[in-house]
Structure formats: C-alpha cells, structure tokens
C-alpha cells in the first residue's frame, strides 16, 4: 500500500511537472511574441515619427507655386521641407520655377535659359493662380515675383530645410557647381548625416553623381517617373530602372551608390503605376522612399501603411493631419 501511494505521488509530480513545463513554455512564447509586437510597433512608430511632409513647390495648393507667399505658406504649416525647382538664367543665376519656359507660371513667355535675370524679376508670377483658382484668389498674389535661389536663402537661413530639385541640368552648365557654391556660402551643408537641412533630387543620375562626388554629406534623391508604353508596360522616363516588376538588387545596389532614397510617382492619370511590393523592395534595399505628389487623403493613408518614409503634397496641413490620425 505504500509502494502504491509512493508510486502515485511519483506519477502526480511528474504530471504537474510536465504541466508546468508546457505552461512555462507557451508563456515564454506569448512573451515572446508580445516583445516582437511591441518591436514592431515601436518601429512603426519610429518611421511615422521621421516621416517627412515635403511642400511640394511650397503649399502649391493655397498659394501660387515656387513664390515666397507658398513657401511662407508650408512654413507656417510646419511642412518638414519646402520644395523648390531651380533653373538657370541666360546670365547664370538660379531661380525657382517648375518649367522650362515661364509661359504657364508668369505673364511672360520664353525659355528661361535665354532670359537674363532683369528680365526674369519683371515678371507677374502670382495672377495666373487667381485665374485658375478663384475661389483661392488673393489680391496679394497679384505680381508675385520668381525668386532666386540666393533670395530664398537670405529670406529663411537655417528656419526651413529645403528640398531642391536641379531641373533639365544637362542644358545648364555649371548649374551643379553654383548650387553647390551658395549651400556653402549660407553655410547649409550639414557635416552630420543625420542632420538634413538640404535634400537634393533630380531626375538626372549623372548630376546626382556629380554632387556626390563634390560633397557625399548632401543627401541625394534619385527622381523616377513612370509611365505606360504603347503595349501596356510601365516604362521609367529617364531609364534609370526597368519596368518596376522587373527591379532586381542589383539596380537598388547602384542607386545606393549615390543616393539614399529615391522620389517617385504612385499614379499615373488616377492609375497605379507602382505598387507595394515596390515600396518594400526600395526600403529592403536601404533606400527611403518619397513618394510624389499625393493630395488626396486615401492615397496618403495608404501609402503610408505601404511603408514610404516621406510624401510631396500641395497640402501640407492635410498631409500631417492624416500622419496624426494615423499614430
């Protein structure tokens, strides 16, 4: 009789150690799988809280673009960048204006390359948008001027950080090197890489290379654009990529080279043209991505649960009103 109770006290410790070694183990699993949780939502987190709301033109969508009432605009918006166009005058001056020639912007018509910077200041570039948009006219906006580049930087110093883009650099030589020469002057070159005062993107590899070369602290943006062809495939403007579906690392290992992210188009004509799977490829591959140019609150939630670190919007104060819905 004493054998059995021995034999069945033996029997119940060993149950209750088996239960407690099942239950200590699936504990031990729930924890670990709340610490993975944690970790990816503070990662999450993270990425939302270094996401950049870039002004595209400034607040375009309130105040005509690339003029200082836009840029005053996204400021007071607290956009995280102001985006400024730059081409070269005939006399060799940067300005900020989207297009080739001033027709669509201005009161005036010519290619910039051929107009001297006196030409340039004479110019209305406000009452176009009064026109376009008249439930946002404003009589302030009437004879709004281009401003330089060297304007913009005297105007706001270190107070915003810009994001610039060298527009059609291949027909502006030494467009590079001034650019490069007034970031020096008002002293906004950042040594720390993690400080970005300046952002550079363009749709130009080479003149991305070129900047690198100079000052491999900027931090460069490749621009991508793509497009359907006429038998349906998606097509990059400049060919810096294949068709998005076809990326392999190797074209994500060359962009890394020289930049640290790339900028590209979402839709085209209300149509996507890259997907998720893209997004994520990019951000594998240890490149940010910023996505351009995104207005409509949907695509701005969707994106970003895509994973795209930052968005060129005409509203800012949209923009960032969705990021804090969204945390």
């Known amino acids: 009789m004493k054998k059995h109770r021995i034999l069945i006290y033996t029997l119940a410790i060993f149950v209750l150690l088996i239960a407690t070694g099942c239950t200590t183990k699936s504990g031990n699993t729930n924890v670990t799988k709340d610490v993975h949780k944690k970790k990816e939502v503070e990662n999450q987190q993270q990425e939302r809280d270094n996401f950049l709301v870039i002004a595209h033109r400034g607040a375009s969508g309130y ?20 985006e ?8 060799g001056k940067l300005v900020a204006i989207h297009d080739k020639k001033v027709n669509r912007t201005t009161n005036g018509t010519g290619k910039i390359t051929n107009m001297t910077l006196d030409e340039i200041k ?10 376009k948009y008249p439930k946002k006219a404003r009589d302030k906006y009437k004879g709004l001027k281009i401003p330089t580049l060297e304007g913009i930087f005297q105007h706001y110093g270190k107070n915003v950080n810009y994001y610039i883009e060298t527009k059609s650099p291949e027909i ?26 300046v952002i550079i993107q363009s ?3 080479k003149s991305l290379k070129k900047v690198h070369r100079i000052n491999p602290n900027i931090p460069l943006i490749q621009l991508l654009w793509y497009t359907p062809s006429k038998n349906g495939d998606l097509k990059e403007w400049k060919g810096v990529t294949p068709s998005p579906n076809e990326i392999g690392p190797k074209i994500w290992k060359e962009i890394n080279q020289y930049a640290v992210g790339i900028g590209s188009n979402v839709f085209y004509k209300g149509k996507s043209v890259v997907g ?6 990019a951000r594998n591959n240890k490149l940010l991505v910023h996505a351009y140019t995104i ?33």
């Open 276 to 281: 998720k799977q893209f997004v994520q490829q």
């Open 203 to 205: 749709f130009s590899p």
């Open 172 to 197: 502006y030589p030494g467009m590079v090197d001034k650019l490069i020469e007034l970031l020096k002057k008002y002293d906004l070159i950042d040594k720390d890489p993690q400080t970005k005062n």
């Open 84 to 91: 400024i166009d730059i081409h070269m005058t005939k006399d």
């Open 122 to 131: 004479k110019l209305d570039a406000g009452s176009w948008f009064n026109k």
């Open 63 to 82: 105040a005509p673009e690339n003029t200082f009432k836009a840029y005053n605009t996204a400021k007071s918006m607290n956009a995280d960048y102001i």
């Open 295 to 327: 207005n409509k609150k949907n695509r701005m939630e969707k994106l970003i649960k895509w994973g795209v670190t930052g968005m060129f919007t005409n509203y800012p104060d949209k923009l960032s009103n969705v990021l804090k819905n969204i945390k």
